[in-house]
Every structure is written in C-alpha cells, then in structure tokens.
C-alpha cells in the first residue's frame, strides 16, 4: 500500500519568510505528485501537477521539485493568502493517495 | 466558464443508499478522466474514485471498493456517484475533480493533477 507522509504536520512562518514542504512516498512513484491548498471551507486548488510543472494562474512563488520517493513544495516568499493546508498527492496505477497534510500557519 | 456543481448529499441512514451528481460545463467533459475525493470532517483529503475519459476504466479506493460505484453520462456532461451500504464513516464532503489526463481523437495527454474542483456537496450517515 502506497503511503505519502508530509511534513512537518505544522509550520509556523511569518509573511516574507521562505516555506519548505516535505512529501515522502514509501516506494517510488516517479513524477506523478502533485500539490495542492486548501482553505476553509473551500474545495482543493491545485498548485503544481507532475511534481514541477505549476498549475495555470499559480503565482511563481510557488515551485515543486523532486522525483521518485522525495518531493519538496517550497513558496519562496510567504504572502498573506498562504497560509492554508497543503497536501500531497499521488498516483500509481490508477490508484491515488493524499498525504497527511501539512498545516502553514501565521506565526 | 468552467465549473463543476455538485449535488444530491443529505442526511442517510446507516445501511441506505444515495447519489452524488457533478454537473460539468464549460469545457468537453468527454475527453477528461474525472474523479471523487473526499473530506470527513476535521479532517484530510481522502481519494475515493477515478473513472476515464470514455467510462471505460473505473478505480476505487479500498474502502469504497464493492459499495460505490462512478459513473459518467458523456451525454449529459454528468458524473455520478453511487453510494451504497452507507456507514457513519462515510460522512464527508464529497468533491468531483477534472483531471488533468485528457484524448482527442485516439491522441492522449497524460498528466497527474486535478486542476477544477466543485465546491462539494455533504453526506451525512447517521440514524
């Protein structure tokens, strides 16, 4: 059973800092990650799909690098808007898998 | 503009059945895999099911598997969710997702995300 495990669970930044997410798969799983935010109350937004490519209208702040079992979404300069949770997700065989979620919470 | 609305959650006995609906517009909703994913309250994101472009192939998570079933009307621009044997940990906010994986004309394009969400619909189990 594939697993992906985020971290840290939370972290706490302040706006104009730099944010590094983790996404660890427990087998490899390529480039088939992608990242999503979401807010209360609203549906999932996706930021970057095949693990570095962004999602159309997603600022370049935000970035996706890794391949295989590791995975790092970093936002390079903390704005106001996001501070949300952030998941990983995957896909192996037409089977999908979040992550945990990781909690970006204003510090 | 390009939308998914979902609908058809409510409140449901244990044991009973319900069906989600995803109305698509905007864009051809027949090329495009689609998915559901859910939400308990309080908590992440889980996976449900994924159906291709034609309806042809249809994956499930394990803990649905053998008591939902997805569906697609090309059609009607319509995906579906059945829901049956419902249980309390069923309750969630259940979304439809455009993936990104899409064929034209014998040609596909593959790609991992989703990149339009609905604003979900809730189910609720409960006697």
């Known amino acids: 059973e594939m697993v992906l495990t985020q971290s840290p669970a939370t972290l706490s930044l302040s706006p104009g800092e730099r944010a590094t997410l983790s996404c660890r798969a427990s087998?490899?799983?390529?480039?088939?990650l992608a990242w999503y935010q979401q807010k209360p109350g609203q549906a999932p937004r996706l930021l970057i799909y095949?693990?570095?490519n962004r999602a159309t209208d997603i600022p370049p702040r935000f970035s996706g690098s890794g391949s295989g079992t590791d995975f790092t979404l970093t936002i390079s300069s903390l704005e106001p808007e996001d501070f949300a949770v952030y998941y990983c997700?995957?896909?192996?065989?037409?089977?999908?898998?979040f992550g945990q979620g990781t909690k970006l919470e204003i510090k | 503009q390009v939308q998914l609305v979902e609908s058809g959650g409510g409140v449901v006995q244990p044991g009973r059945s319900l069906r989600l609906s995803c109305a698509a517009s905007?864009?051809?909703?027949?090329?495009?895999?689609m998915h559901w994913v859910r939400q308990a309250p309080g908590k992440g994101l889980e996976w449900v099911a994924v159906?291709?472009?034609?309806?042809?192939?249809?994956f499930y998570a394990d803990s649905v598997k053998g008591r939902f079933t997805i569906s697609k009307d090309n059609s009607k621009n319509t995906l579906y969710l059945q829901l049956n044997s419902l249980r309390a940990d069923d309750t969630a906010v259940y979304y439809c997702?455009?993936?990104?994986?899409?064929?034209?004309?014998?040609?596909?394009?593959?790609?991992?995300?989703?990149?339009?969400w609905g604003q979900g619909t809730t189910v609720t189990v409960s006697s």
């Open positions: 997702g455009r993936d990104m994986s899409h064929c034209i004309g014998g040609n596909c394009y593959s790609a991992h995300g989703a990149d339009v």
């Open positions: 997700q995957q896909r192996t065989n037409w089977v999908y898998t």
């Open positions: 905007g864009f051809a909703f027949n090329i495009y895999a």
């Open positions: 087998q490899s799983v390529s480039n088939y």
């Open positions: 159906i291709s472009f034609d309806g042809g192939s249809k």
């Open positions: 095949d693990a570095s």
